[in-house]
């Protein structure tokens, strides 16, 4: 049974920082993608960034060179590192994981497993 959980959430005011982390278990595959997502309440679920287990990585143009992914192997941890932050970066975060490559990184229907969400708002 492959469990995420997120943490790192919080409030920042604008231009800080935070680091997501989701912790996997459960979690044995040795090709998989993992990503993180964002949703704001009423609105679909947006990937925000991936990576695959040979640490390539994507991001959604709205977040390219403000946030970085990256998965200790050693720790089977998922981290979304987000700098300059701003207020429409305000949402519920998830993490989400799949077997195999990363075909649609960036599409939530993509993912079997998700976490339970970590809330991250950030105040002008």
């Known amino acids: 049974q492959v469990q995420l959980v997120e943490s790192g959430g919080g409030s920042v005011q604008a231009g800080g920082s935070l680091r997501l982390s989701c912790a996997a278990s459960?979690?044995?595959?040795?090709?998989?993608?993992m990503g993180w997502f964002r949703q704001a309440p009423g609105k679909e679920r947006e990937g925000v960034a991936a990576?695959?287990?040979?640490?390539?990585?994507s991001y959604a143009d709205s977040v390219k060179g403000r946030f970085t992914i990256s998965h200790d192997n050693a720790k089977n941890t998922l981290y979304l590192v987000m700098n300059s932050l701003k207020p429409e970066d305000s949402d519920m975060y998830y993490c989400?994981?799949?077997?195999?490559?990363?075909?649609?990184?960036?599409?939530?229907?993509?993912?079997?497993?998700w976490g339970q969400g970590t809330q991250v708002t950030v105040s002008s």
């Open positions: 989400a994981a799949e077997a195999g490559l990363c075909l649609a990184p960036h599409w939530f229907g993509y993912y079997k497993h």
């Open positions: 459960g979690y044995t595959y040795s090709s998989y993608c």
């Open positions: 990576i695959d287990s040979d640490g390539r990585t």
